[in-house]
């Protein structure tokens, strides 16, 4: 691509994603196209000679971006509700530009050592000693991977030459409101299904600390060697929180690594009175927060942090001779940290962000996300044909119609089809129930008005067409 025409279609697209960034909220947020639409309206095969920008530019606006649903739109409440901030996409575009790759310090010093700086930034953001060292993955899914293969090092020393086989079996444990990263990790570390337990919560949704300690004692008798400990702040289906600080008390008692999956909550810390509820994770071994969930950067970006990161180092570091040099004694090998050889330079995002909002921007930002959350729930609970079915210490609520699970899921999927709003769903003890989830920077108290109407009134006309 020459140099003019590269400026020309950057400064077409850079106006293109500032007309959509303001008018994302007039679109649908979930357009309800049927599988296979775009599949259908694209070539199969990849054209034989090369095409104008502007062909492929009209096809994007015209055949992609109608399909898709649209995270950034202020009324998207499903999942967790994410931003891509301003100053994130600045980062993420430059990041794309340099493309640089951040394997060791001599592949892109700056790069290197630009990770250390915003993480350590973010650390104190969040109130994490500075004994946690973080490192940037891809996902939370690929962190707690990364947290629990140090802690099988620890457990099983002997594995890492030997392997797993012939050795006593281990466990992980977790409240069975864990995400499911952490039992894929399970299933990929060779601990097998049954080398996951997981501990039944509380009427919070918390995990039963008691249950936790009885399952540990158990296994122990049994022969079954207590891998780690995963206890989340801020879970998938209800943001619940797990007595944390309890929790480091068994893992201290019995030796036993203690992950803390913070992917989603973890960026609430940077308010006071959040970062209360997280008391004892700083006793952590190692702790996960994805700035890509609530702390407005672009996906992906998930920091791990590990008071023992020389075990990562054991479980992952092999250095071909291609990647020695002078160095590498004293800097960081990014590498050394997980799978992954290759590394987008993510931190410049996560950099841009907390330099753009500092910290009163960010702390601002999640305490009114967090007091429209509750405000909503308030509204839930005045009215007698819903209710709220968990704690909201967080910026998701969880509700559902008394009439039962096919209004609840109706009622959602008939808000879903209009396109104004974008709601999920969840098993929460058998019942289905719909989340809200705030997390977005244009999210206004009135958006959360306007779905809480929408809701009210599909469930009227549910019930009435029943
Ligand atoms: C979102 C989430 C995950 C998974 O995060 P990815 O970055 O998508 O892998 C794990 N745990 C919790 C608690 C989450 O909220």
Redesign the pocket.
């Given at each position: 691509m020459p140099e003019d025409e590269f400026r020309r279609y950057a400064r077409e697209t850079a106006d293109w994603m500032s007309d959509y960034l303001a008018t994302v909220g007039d679109l649908p947020v979930f357009s309800s196209p049927s599988p296979g639409f775009l599949t259908s309206a694209l070539p199969r095969e990849a054209p034989d000679h090369g095409e104008s920008m502007d062909e492929v530019l009209r096809d994007f606006r015209e055949l992609v971006v109608p399909g898709l649903t649209h995270w950034n739109h202020p009324s998207f409440f499903g999942y967790?509700s994410i931003t891509a901030s301003g100053p994130g996409i600045l980062g993420e575009m430059l990041a794309a530009a340099l493309n640089v790759n951040a394997m060791v310090w001599r592949s892109s010093p700056a790069a290197t050592e630009l990770e250390d700086v915003t993480t350590n930034w973010l650390r104190q953001l969040v109130g994490l000693p500075e004994v946690f060292e973080g490192v940037i993955n891809d996902?939370?899914?690929s962190s707690s991977l990364y947290a629990l293969a140090a802690a099988r090092e620890v457990a099983y020393p002997e594995a890492h030459s030997a392997g797993m086989f012939g050795m006593p079996r281990g466990r992980i444990y977790a409240s069975e409101e864990a995400?499911s990263?952490i039992e894929k990790a399970v299933l990929t570390l060779g601990f097998g299904r049954e080398g996951f337990r997981t501990i039944p919560t509380d009427e919070a949704f918390s995990m039963d600390v008691e249950a936790l300690r009885a399952a540990i004692a158990e296994d122990v008798v049994a022969g079954i060697q207590p891998v780690g400990i995963v206890a989340?702040l801020?879970?998938?289906s209800a943001a619940a929180v797990d007595p944390v600080d309890q929790i480091a008390d068994l893992a201290e008692e019995y030796g036993v690594w203690l992950h803390v999956?913070a992917?989603?909550g973890g960026s609430a810390a940077v308010v006071p009175e959040v970062r209360a509820l997280f008391q004892g994770w700083d006793r952590a071994d190692s702790v996960v927060i994805?700035p890509h969930?609530w702390l407005f950067t672009p996906i992906d970006c998930?920091v791990l942090y590990c008071q023992r990161p020389e075990m990562l180092v054991r479980a992952f570091s092999i250095v071909p001779e291609y990647l020695t040099s002078a160095e590498q004694a004293e800097t960081r090998s990014l590498m050394d940290y997980g799978i992954s050889l290759g590394r987008r330079f993510r931190a410049l995002k996560l950099w841009f962000v907390l330099r753009a909002f500092g910290r009163d921007g960010i702390r601002a930002r999640i305490r009114y996300h967090v007091e429209i959350a509750r405000h909503f729930a308030e509204l839930v609970e005045a009215e007698e044909e819903w209710e709220v079915t968990a704690p909201v210490h967080l910026s998701l609520v969880t509700i559902r119609h008394v009439a039962g699970d096919k209004v609840t899921k109706r009622a959602m999927d008939r808000v879903n089809g209009s396109g104004e709003a974008f709601l999920t769903h969840t098993d929460l003890r058998g019942q289905t129930v719909i989340r809200l989830a705030i997390g977005n920077l244009k999210t206004t108290r009135d958006d959360v008005l306007h779905v809480w109407d929408l809701l009210r009134e599909a469930a009227a006309l549910e019930i009435s067409e029943d």
């Amino acid at each position: 691509m020459p140099e003019d025409e590269f400026r020309r279609y950057a400064r077409e697209t850079a106006d293109w994603m500032s007309d959509y960034l303001a008018t994302v909220g007039d679109l649908p947020v979930f357009s309800s196209p049927s599988p296979g639409f775009l599949t259908s309206a694209l070539p199969r095969e990849a054209p034989d000679h090369g095409e104008s920008m502007d062909e492929v530019l009209r096809d994007f606006r015209e055949l992609v971006v109608p399909g898709l649903t649209h995270w950034n739109h202020p009324s998207f409440f499903g999942y967790f509700s994410i931003t891509a901030s301003g100053p994130g996409i600045l980062g993420e575009m430059l990041a794309a530009a340099l493309n640089v790759n951040a394997m060791v310090w001599r592949s892109s010093p700056a790069a290197t050592e630009l990770e250390d700086v915003t993480t350590n930034w973010l650390r104190q953001l969040v109130g994490l000693p500075e004994v946690f060292e973080g490192v940037i993955n891809d996902t939370a899914s690929s962190s707690s991977l990364y947290a629990l293969a140090a802690a099988r090092e620890v457990a099983y020393p002997e594995a890492h030459s030997a392997g797993m086989f012939g050795m006593p079996r281990g466990r992980i444990y977790a409240s069975e409101e864990a995400h499911s990263s952490i039992e894929k990790a399970v299933l990929t570390l060779g601990f097998g299904r049954e080398g996951f337990r997981t501990i039944p919560t509380d009427e919070a949704f918390s995990m039963d600390v008691e249950a936790l300690r009885a399952a540990i004692a158990e296994d122990v008798v049994a022969g079954i060697q207590p891998v780690g400990i995963v206890a989340t702040l801020g879970t998938t289906s209800a943001a619940a929180v797990d007595p944390v600080d309890q929790i480091a008390d068994l893992a201290e008692e019995y030796g036993v690594w203690l992950h803390v999956d913070a992917a989603y909550g973890g960026s609430a810390a940077v308010v006071p009175e959040v970062r209360a509820l997280f008391q004892g994770w700083d006793r952590a071994d190692s702790v996960v927060i994805n700035p890509h969930k609530w702390l407005f950067t672009p996906i992906d970006c998930s920091v791990l942090y590990c008071q023992r990161p020389e075990m990562l180092v054991r479980a992952f570091s092999i250095v071909p001779e291609y990647l020695t040099s002078a160095e590498q004694a004293e800097t960081r090998s990014l590498m050394d940290y997980g799978i992954s050889l290759g590394r987008r330079f993510r931190a410049l995002k996560l950099w841009f962000v907390l330099r753009a909002f500092g910290r009163d921007g960010i702390r601002a930002r999640i305490r009114y996300h967090v007091e429209i959350a509750r405000h909503f729930a308030e509204l839930v609970e005045a009215e007698e044909e819903w209710e709220v079915t968990a704690p909201v210490h967080l910026s998701l609520v969880t509700i559902r119609h008394v009439a039962g699970d096919k209004v609840t899921k109706r009622a959602m999927d008939r808000v879903n089809g209009s396109g104004e709003a974008f709601l999920t769903h969840t098993d929460l003890r058998g019942q289905t129930v719909i989340r809200l989830a705030i997390g977005n920077l244009k999210t206004t108290r009135d958006d959360v008005l306007h779905v809480w109407d929408l809701l009210r009134e599909a469930a009227a006309l549910e019930i009435s067409e029943d």
